[in-house]
């Protein structure tokens, strides 16, 4: 077979030649550290590594709202799709249920969400699509009149198999909210305190909150620590190298340095993002992280960096 290689430039989409190929992998001269992949003629149907991504509509009603994507797993339609949520009238939390579809997806078949407990679901079924190109994001809508436990699965009409099923219980929502309830009375005591301290209080805050960097001189930013750097690391994937190299400002020969430490991937990942940390010494925080990771790396992990925030 011959393979070409579709390479996406900052000028524009490029069809490079290979130099070689075997069972599991395309050789190419390697020009920049731009996305890039094999392409084949064929006439096969085109499936997909799908994923389905819920969220729930926070409001005072009773009754059970939620939106239920069907995507690409891929990081830009999974942000696409958290973008499209952050911009909507509504407020929404993601639930968190396994995402990833057990069968693959295929490209022009249709497929409908179904309940175990009655719900009104809109609409009744979808052709998937890769829509990792178009504006708007399909999506099912599921109401329920009244709070209670309820199953979804996503079935392929042609074959009528389940590819997807996750089980909702009241837990999954309202411990959410149980937490950011949490979350607002720590900032109320907060202040309170924060208040009624005395000069010599201070003191001893200041004490506390020696090596952060105070930067409008009443939040205090502190470096990551260790822990968080792992947490972070369990979660990147393949492209650790590409996000040191192109985000965090790092050299080929310092990964080169890191790789020749005989240990597991996590902790070479680990290893970089302590090399950034070391060198940007009191900017090492969560916010310079952030602000460095936002536009190349999963959503999960903006989550996470979010909660560190």
């Known amino acids: 077979m011959t393979f070409k290689v579709l ?16 069972m599991t992998h395309v050789k190419w001269h390697v020009s920049s550290l731009s996305p890039v992949g094999p392409v084949i003629q064929t006439q096969e149907p085109v499936h ?25 797993n891929n990081d830009s339609f999974i942000k696409d799709i958290s973008n499209a949520v952050k911009h909507s009238d509504k407020k929404f939390i993601k639930i968190d249920k396994p995402p990833v579809c057990k069968k693959q997806l295929q490209d022009g078949k249709r497929y409908r969400l179904i309940s175990e407990s009655e719900a009104e679901i809109t609409p009744e079924e979808i052709e998937f699509v890769d829509g990792s190109l178009l504006k708007l994001k399909s999506y099912f809508e599921v109401y329920l009149e009244q709070p209670m436990e309820f199953t ?26 149980q937490n950011k309830n949490e979350r607002k009375r720590n900032t109320i005591s907060n202040r309170r305190r ?9 003191e001893f805050y200041n004490k ?21 750097l792992m947490t972070l690391a369990k979660k990147m994937g393949k492209d650790w ?26 902790v070479h990942k680990f290893l970089m993002l302590e090399k950034w940390r070391k060198g940007e010494k009191s900017n090492g925080t969560a916010q310079n992280l952030y602000d460095s990771l936002k536009d190349h790396v999963s959503y999960e992990i903006i989550q996470i960096l979010e909660g560190f925030l």
């Open 152 to 177: 979804l699965s996503l079935i392929e009409l042609e074959s009528e198999e389940i590819v997807w099923k996750a089980k909702l219980r009241e837990c999954d929502w309202i411990l959410h909210d």
């Open 194 to 202: 924060k208040s009624s301290n005395s000069l010599s209080d201070e």
């Open 48 to 72: 997909y590594n799908g994923a389905v991504i819920l969220y729930k509509v926070v409001n005072n009603h009773p009754s059970l709202s939620f939106r239920v994507y069907v995507a690409t």
């Open 7 to 22: 390479h996406i430039k900052s000028t524009g989409p490029a069809i490079e030649p290979s130099v070689d190929h075997s």
């Open 208 to 228: 506390r909150l020696k090596g952060r960097d105070i930067s409008d001189g009443t939040k205090a930013k502190t470096t990551l620590t260790d822990q968080q």
């Open 241 to 266: 190298k590409e996000i040191g190299i192109e985000c965090l400002k790092l050299e080929m020969k310092d990964i080169q340095q890191i790789q020749a430490k005989e240990e597991e991937v996590n």
